[in-house]
T-cell receptor
Framework: AQKITQTQPGMFVQEKEAVTLDCTYDTSDPSYGLFWYKQPSSGEMIFLIY??????QNATEGRYSLNFQKARKSANLVISASQLGDSAMYFC??????????????FGKGTHLIIQP | DSGVTQTPKHLITATGQRVTLRCSPRSGDLSVYWYQQSLDQGLQFLIQYYNGEERAKGNILERFSAQQFPDLHSELNLSSLELGDSALYFC?????????????FGPGTRLTVL
């Protein structure tokens, strides 16, 4: 079974609109971390935002926010006021357990976001 | 710029050959991770080293090996290369000082096996 599911292979959004990228996850560990990365066409992986399973508030970083619904096991990325430079692949990833000091990230298959002028 | 460096940027080689990919972590980071990104498998965790010691293994083939040196740089060795090994190989590093231990990725090495 997939641990990270991103159900939107591709999305087209008008510039300046807000966009929500979906991510659901599967874990039985109470301690975990969720990460979002951006991969532009140039190929590098850019860290965007992090949410810990015990965090009381939804994470925010500039125009990025995370809509964390623990009971539903979802961690959707919200990008406000989208810009042409936001066009990229976006990956949701999980690390479990958090703080154990070991193990890599498990990634979803990604969502290809295209911002249209 | 994440502060993680990887060399070479591109590598083209033939089946059956052996290659070495190099990674230098961010200053102060003790952990290095290797990932493979391919069209069919997506992004997969291969292996983690922490301060010179192997810490965790993911989907790493037996033909692949890695090490982390005293100066904390790491190398990923890929041998008996097959066409299916063509992929983008990322190195990432983190502090491992406590959550979230965010992993910062290098620019990647694109390996093409002909």
């Amino acid at each position: 079974a997939q641990k990270i599911t991103q159900t939107q292979p591709g999305m087209f959004v008008q510039e300046k609109e807000a966009v929500t990228l979906d991510c659901t996850y599967d874990t039985s560990d109470p301690s975990y971390g969720l990460f979002w990365y951006k991969q532009p066409s140039s190929g590098e992986m850019i860290f965007l935002i992090y949410q810990g399973s015990y965090d009381q508030q939804n994470a925010t970083e500039g125009r990025y926010s995370l809509n964390f619904q623990k009971a539903r096991k979802s961690a959707n990325l919200v990008i406000s006021a989208s810009q042409l430079g936001d066009s990229a692949m976006y990956f949701c990833a999980m690390r479990e357990p958090l703080g154990g000091g070991a193990d890599g990230l498990t990634f979803g298959k990604g969502t290809h976001l295209i911002i249209q002028p | 710029d994440s502060g993680v460096t990887q060399t070479p940027k591109h590598l083209i080689t033939a089946t059956g050959q052996r290659v070495t990919l190099r990674c230098s972590p961010r200053s102060g980071d003790l952990s290095v991770y290797w990932y493979q990104q391919s069209l069919d498998q997506g992004l997969q965790f291969l292996i983690q080293y922490y301060n010179g010691e192997e810490r965790a293994k993911g989907n790493i083939l037996e033909r692949f090996s890695a090490q982390q040196f005293p100066d904390l740089h790491s190398e990923l060795n890929l041998s008996s290369l097959e066409l299916g090994d063509s992929a983008l190989y990322f190195c990432a590093s983190s502090v491992e000082g406590g959550p979230p231990d965010t992993q910062y990725f290098g620019p990647g090495t694109r390996l093409t096996v002909l």
